[in-house]
């Protein structure tokens, strides 16, 4: 890495860096050391309990993901970025989750993918402080690479790590994401957020529809429908499968339960506006869609992440947990033939439970 150029104010910088990173559409911006303490031990354990499941990206990398300067040589300090993503003027969460006809989105993709809109904009910032200071040394990540976004960002002052192990604050709830940038600049360190507004609530342990918040910051991948609907490459577990209801993408049950989710805040940005109706969406229009459709209805989201077949086999459940209709055992059987045998098992368990 190139050392930075010694004729700059490094408290100075900082305060421009917030600037810039506010003139650039994060909601808040803060600097951290490298040090993650405690943060490594706990990573151990989940990975010692099996709780990333097939996500081998999670302990692939050892202390990289731990240890900034293992991962980007020369690095002494992180800016953490936060950016809202909930957006205005969509269905009211409540209500589609209460419709077995619909199915529910998580509120983080029903725009464009966050990780192309974060890292072109991390890139304005890396060039804003190189124009400012000549070249300096950096990387930029969105939930990219091994990088403890949650705990650099409470080191950074953006808020603190929650009961559901999402990172909010009191002005911001949790509906944010997060990205940062790794450098060799001396920056002033930010002030972490040390204290922790959770108290006695346990609302998201509580409403986790299968309790895959297993304790307090600890979240069982393997029982959570994020990871079954996002994650899982595979057959769903049968024992979730009704827990599921109609999320077919992603769940956002901890964070609507939160009571600083109250506080949370709307985007401006454009990009994260929602396609509609993805807010709201038929599960049989969607279940219809064959997988031309699938690609183009999903340009440019991280839904395309998942590719068709997941999706078909999320749709699946989530008709088989609908009330039964002669609708949908027509709509099962039709595609029935035509699938792979992971969304076929899918559709059998689907027919089975609307009787037929
Ligand atoms: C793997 C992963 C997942 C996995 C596992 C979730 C998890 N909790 O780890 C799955 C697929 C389930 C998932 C789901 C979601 N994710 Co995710 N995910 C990640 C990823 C890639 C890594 C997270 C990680 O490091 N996990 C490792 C474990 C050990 O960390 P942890 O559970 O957070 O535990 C920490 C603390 O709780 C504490 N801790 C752990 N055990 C203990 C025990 C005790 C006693 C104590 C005191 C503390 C403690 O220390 C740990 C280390 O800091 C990050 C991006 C990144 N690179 O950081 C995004 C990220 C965390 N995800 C994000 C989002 C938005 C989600 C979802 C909301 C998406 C959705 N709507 O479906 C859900 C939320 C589910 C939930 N309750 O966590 C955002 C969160 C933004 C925010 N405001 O915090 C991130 C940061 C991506 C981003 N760039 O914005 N995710
Ligand atoms: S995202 Fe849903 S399933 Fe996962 S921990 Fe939160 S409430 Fe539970
Ligand atoms: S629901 Fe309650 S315990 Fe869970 S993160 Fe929010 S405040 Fe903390």
Request: hydrophobic share 35%.
């Amino acid at each position: 890495m190139a050392h930075p150029s010694p004729d700059y104010d490094p408290q100075q910088l900082a305060n421009q860096i917030k600037t810039w990173a506010a003139e650039l559409g994060f909601q808040h911006a803060g600097i951290s050391d490298v040090e993650l303490g405690e943060h490594e031990k706990h990573l151990q354990a989940w990975l010692e309990k099996g709780f990333h499941g097939e996500m081998g990206y999670m302990q692939k990398h050892g202390s990289k993901r731990t240890r900034p300067p293992e991962l980007v040589a020369g690095t002494v300090r992180v800016i953490s970025v936060r950016m809202n993503y909930f957006p205005p003027d969509i269905a009211d969460c409540e209500q589609v989750l209460a419709d077995p006809g619909k199915g529910y989105i998580s509120r983080y993709a029903l725009g464009r993918d966050y990780h192309k809109v974060m890292r072109k904009r991390l890139q304005k910032l890396a060039d804003a402080i190189s124009q400012r200071i000549g070249k300096f040394g950096y990387r930029s990540f969105v939930d990219s690479a091994p990088v403890m976004e949650k705990a650099l960002a409470q080191k950074a002052g953006l808020g603190w790590i929650g009961k559901h192990s999402n990172l909010l604050s009191r002005d911001a709830g949790s509906w944010f994401f997060l990205g940062e940038i790794y450098t060799d600049l001396p920056l002033p360190a930010d002030t972490p957020v040390i204290e922790n507004h959770c108290g006695d609530c346990t609302a998201c342990l509580d409403c986790c529809p299968t309790q895959a918040i297993v304790a307090p910051y600890q979240v069982d991948a393997r029982r959570c429908i994020s990871y079954l609907t996002i994650e899982l490459r595979g057959s769903i577990p049968v024992a979730f499968r009704e827990a599921m209801g109609n999320r077919i993408y992603g769940c956002d049950d901890c964070q609507l339960c939160c009571p600083w989710n109250r506080f949370g805040q709307i985007t401006a940005e454009k990009d994260f506006q929602a396609r509609h109706p993805l807010d709201a969406p038929d599960l049989l229009e969607l279940f219809a869609w064959d997988e031309a459709q699938f690609l183009k209805q999903t340009e440019g989201s991280a839904i395309r992440r998942i590719g068709y077949a997941c999706w078909q086999r999320n749709l699946a459940v989530a008709l088989g947990n609908a009330p039964p209709s002669a609708a949908i055992r027509q709509a099962l059987r039709d595609r029935r033939e035509h699938s792979s045998e992971m969304v076929r098992e899918h559709i059998e368990w689907a027919l089975d439970k609307q009787g037929g």
